[in-house]
């Protein structure tokens, strides 16, 4: 992956700007903090968070990727303050689950998701590496 860092500009913290990569992609739809049998084990924000990208890596690992090819994710937050406020929460999972890159990030409050008790839903685009 090369991170795309145009001259000049401060580099982001915790994710960039842009990335080029080639390889074969994966495509991560939406995963919501409910465990594989559809159940929501918490209604904290943090919680759903760590739950939704465990799922990414269990869908990663299906299609022979991890974490770190991970190129692209779309955080769709119900609460954009509560978000805030979990950041070192969020932080926390992430570093435990996903690792530490420089993937592209959009994060965006939205009314709402359609699983009424989802907090918080994260797609994905990885690509693995030719």
Known sequence: ???LLP??????????????????QIFVAGMIGWDAQG????DD???????????????????????????RMTWYVTDKNAYVAAYPEI????????????????????????EDRAKVEIEVTAVIPD
């Not at 159940?39 to 918490?42: L, S």
């Not at 932080?91 to 359609?114: D, P, Q, Y």
């Open 1 to 3: 992956m090369h991170i």
């Open 7 to 24: 001259p000049g500009w401060p580099r982001p913290k915790g994710y960039s700007n842009g990335v080029s990569v080639r390889g074969r």
């Open 39 to 42: 159940v929501f084990h918490t």
């Open 45 to 71: 924000l943090a919680g759903q968070v760590r739950q939704a990208l465990q799922n990414i890596v269990e869908v990663l690992a299906e299609g022979g990727a991890r974490p770190e090819h991970i190129v």
């Open 91 to 114: 932080g926390k999972a992430f570093r435990e689950l996903i690792g530490s890159f420089n993937a592209a990030m959009t994060a965006v409050e939205v009314s709402a998701l359609i």
